[in-house]
T-cell receptor
Framework: SQKIEQNSEALNIQEGKTATLTCNYTNYSPAYLQWYRQDPGRGPVFLLL?????KEKRKERLKVTFDTTLKQSLFHITASQPADSATYLC????????FGAGTTVTVRA | NAGVTQTPKFQVLKTGQSMTLQCAQDMNHEYMSWYRQDPGMGLRLIHYSVGAGITDQGEVPNGYNVSRSTTEDFPLRLLSAAPSQTSVYFCASSYGGGPTYNSPLHFGNGTRLTVT
């Protein structure tokens, strides 16, 4: 099965800056990749899905890229706000959805 | 719509006790699943179901049982609780055949279980 690695467990940034999160996988490239947001004490909430033939996907201040050559997805939060503080999970499809351990983002005002 | 509802929110068990974690969804989703979340390890799939009467094992099924008698409900049973089962458990559902069919998961808010 896939091994999924997300960059450092924690990312602290200043309000207004761009947060960039990395998701690397080891085996075959999945047909698509998903990103979720998880707040403390809550279940993950779906944010974005990107297909293997899509280079980039945007939703409001969020941008996701998918590079099957590098076996990597980048997740960007532009013009970050304190309300963006949460843990972000990437997930790849197999016969199931395999999740990374997540990156916790803290946006300082 | 309430989405995915899990009960209880918190539970403390003694080693050897059994219990059932409840999960219900009102979105008419065919696919339902149970994950456990442990610090630093991400979400790991325990069991899943692609429809009523159909269940299958995930990557960490030992010590857990499931059944799916209706589309709405997917309970998770701990047969004889062990301290290693201390975790946060999430139920999730999705439209159609599930993640392999390009459908995002809808999660409940979890049950925090402690086994002493």
């Amino acid at each position: 099965s896939q091994k999924i690695e997300q960059n450092s467990e924690a990312l602290n940034i200043q309000e207004g800056k761009t947060a960039t999160l990395t998701c690397n996988y080891t085996n075959y490239s999945p047909a698509y990749l998903q990103w979720y947001r998880q707040d403390p004490g809550r279940g993950p909430v779906f944010l974005l899905l990107i297909r293997e033939n899509e280079k980039e996907k945007r939703k409001e201040r969020l941008k996701v890229t998918f590079d099957t050559t590098l076996k990597q997805s980048l997740f960007h939060i532009t013009a970050s706000q304190p309300a963006d503080s949460a843990t972000y999970l990437c997930a790849l499809n197999d016969y199931k959805l395999s999740f990374g351990a997540g990156t916790t983002v803290t946006v300082r005002a | 719509n309430a989405g995915v509802t899990q009960t209880p929110k918190f539970q403390v068990l003694k080693t050897g006790q059994s219990m059932t974690l409840q999960c219900a969804q009102d979105m008419n989703h065919e696919y339902m699943s149970w994950y456990r979340q442990d610090p630093g390890m991400g979400l790991r799939l325990i069991h899943y179901s692609v429809g009523a009467g159909i269940t299958d094992q995930g990557e960490v099924p030992n010590g857990y049982n499931v059944s799916r008698s209706t589309t709405e409900d997917f309970p998770l049973r701990l047969l004889s609780a062990a301290p290693s089962q201390t975790s946060v458990y999430f139920c999730a559902s999705s439209y159609g055949g599930g993640p392999t069919y390009n459908s995002p998961l809808h999660f409940g808010n979890g049950t925090r279980l402690t086994v002493t």
